[in-house]
């Protein structure tokens, strides 16, 4: 079946470690994204990618960084620098460009911990 | 920012009421969405309506969208306990060439059986 991969689900890291998240989706779709969502909030994002090989930085991306050297996979590191990592992290995708209706399909979600 | 407002932030009712969301946007847009998200899960698309469009109707939920007032309400009819969840407009800015999306901060709808 299509749809978009997370992993790991729950992931434990101690203060001062780089933690990498996986995405992969085989919906064929062109753009991904990363968002965070802390608790009772809403969702902010962290970077976002419209084709291979390029993305943008979204509203909260110091201490995060993204490759998107494949179509279909889309990782993210949060790196030592992010200061309050511990969070629930929401990876997305859609179709891109004059196709973009703006409708975005979700993974399941990573929650990072920082001990 | 350009990040969306809804309200109420939180909405608590019984089995077969109705149940009543306002999303609130800063920018033009294209298309503008409602997605639900159970607890610490990932967020579903439920609905899409597009700006030239007033009303829209899926099942048990009807959205409307105001692009004069920048607003869109998502009613859902007969609430049962399982719509219990988190749900979210979203929008794509009209302006944005990278095709920008913002979302609005939610309302976690409770109903009690």
């Known amino acids: 079946d299509g749809g978009i991969t997370q992993s790991p689900k729950y992931l434990f890291r101690k203060e001062g470690q780089n933690v990498t998240l996986s995405c992969e989706q085989n919906?064929?779709?062109?753009?991904m994204y990363w968002y965070r969502q802390d608790p009772g909030q809403g969702l902010r994002l962290i970077y976002y990618?419209?084709?291979?090989?390029?993305?943008q930085k979204g509203d909260i991306a110091e201490g995060y960084s993204v490759s998107r050297e494949k179509k279909e996979s889309f990782p993210l590191t949060v790196t030592s620098a992010q200061k309050n990592p511990t969070a629930f992290y929401l990876c997305?995708?859609?179709?891109?460009?004059?196709?973009?209706?703006?409708?975005?399909?979700f993974g399941e979600g990573s929650r990072l911990t920082v001990l | 920012s350009q990040q969306g407002e809804e309200d109420p932030q939180a909405l608590s009712i019984q089995e077969g009421e109705n149940a009543t969301m306002n999303c609130s946007y800063k920018?033009?847009?294209?298309?503008l969405q409602w997605y639900r998200q159970n607890s610490g899960r990932g967020l579903v698309h439920l609905i899409l309506?597009?700006?030239?469009?007033r009303e829209k109707h899926s099942g048990r939920l009807r959205v409307t969208l105001d692009t004069s007032k920048k607003s869109s309400s998502l009613l859902i009819t007969a609430s049962r306990a399982a719509d219990t969840a988190s749900y979210f407009c979203?929008?794509?800015?009209?302006?944005?060439?990278?095709?920008?999306?913002?979302f609005g901060r939610g309302t976690q709808l409770t109903v009690w059986p």
């Open positions: 920018t033009s847009i294209n298309n």
């Open positions: 990618s419209q084709i291979v090989n390029d993305f």
């Open positions: 997305a995708s859609s179709t891109a460009g004059g196709m973009n209706t703006g409708e975005l399909f």
């Open positions: 919906l064929n779709h062109d753009a």
């Open positions: 309506i597009r700006s030239n469009e």
């Open positions: 979203e929008y794509l800015d009209r302006g944005s060439t990278l095709g920008r999306l913002y």
